[in-house]
């Protein structure tokens, strides 16, 4: 079945400094989600890329999603404490709205 | 206010008791999922429903049940026969068009099973 992996599983950053999440689909995905999950919280939407090579920012975000649709990233510029938590992405699987996954990267951020 | 509640926020049971967890949303969405996260852990797909009175298994169904009789309410049962039933749990909807599939989640529910 189709697998969504993302690296690295955690990132530790000192504050102020760039990082780089990646999402890697195992199929062809229609579109690729990304959420973020603070500590304690749950999952809140944070963008969808749909086309090929998309890029979309939302300050300090950046999303990017690959020309064979099967990866995605996420850079995250001059990182902030409010930066903390579990990013995910998540794509749905071809038969019907199954939304899938990724394991999720945990932020730290060092102040 | 649109939403999606999930209740109790803490559960706790004795092993070998059923306990149904609910799940109420406003938003008029078709599709509605059910999510288990263990700690540090990311989000497996346990059931979802794309339409009333229509539900699949997702990855990892077993000892679970769920029902969908009205379009805003999705409950899940943990039964006895889930081996480890303790975990948070979490249940979204989304709008159900083949690319309007943001999902919207609730605060969840943390079942504690002694």
């Known amino acids: 079945g189709q697998q969504v992996m993302q690296i690295p599983q955690y990132q530790h950053v000192q504050e102020g400094e760039d990082f780089t999440t990646y999402c890697n689909s195992s199929?062809?995905?229609?579109?690729i989600q990304w959420y973020k999950q603070r500590p304690g919280g749950h999952p809140v939407f944070l963008i969808q890329?749909?086309?090929?090579?998309e890029v979309k920012k939302q300050k300090r975000l950046t999303f990017q999603f690959g020309e064979a649709k099967k990866n995605s990233s996420l850079h995250i510029t001059a990182t902030q404490t409010t930066d903390v938590g579990t990013y995910f992405c998540?794509?749905?699987?071809?038969?019907?709205?199954?939304?899938?996954f990724g394991g999720g990267t945990r932020v730290l951020v060092k102040p | 206010d649109g939403g999606i509640t999930q209740s109790p926020k803490y559960l706790f049971r004795k092993e070998g008791q059923n306990v149904t967890l609910s799940c109420e949303q406003n938003?008029?969405?078709?599709?509605m999922y059910w999510y288990r996260q263990d700690p540090g852990q990311g989000l497996r797909l346990i059931y979802y429903?794309?339409?009333?009175?229509?539900?699949q298994k997702g990855d990892i169904a077993e000892g679970y049940s769920v029902s969908r009789e009205k379009k805003e309410s999705f409950p899940l049962t943990v039964t006895s026969a889930q081996k480890n039933p303790t975990a948070f749990y979490l249940c979204?909807?989304?709008?159900?068009?083949?690319?309007?599939?943001?999902?919207?989640f609730g605060q969840g529910t943390r079942l504690t099973v002694v």
């Open positions: 979204a909807s989304s709008p159900g068009g083949k690319l309007d599939t943001e999902a919207f």
């Open positions: 199929t062809t995905l229609s579109n």
């Open positions: 890329l749909v086309k090929s090579g």
């Open positions: 998540a794509g749905p699987r071809a038969a019907g709205n199954k939304l899938t």
């Open positions: 938003l008029n969405h078709d599709a």
């Open positions: 429903s794309q339409i009333v009175n229509d539900f």
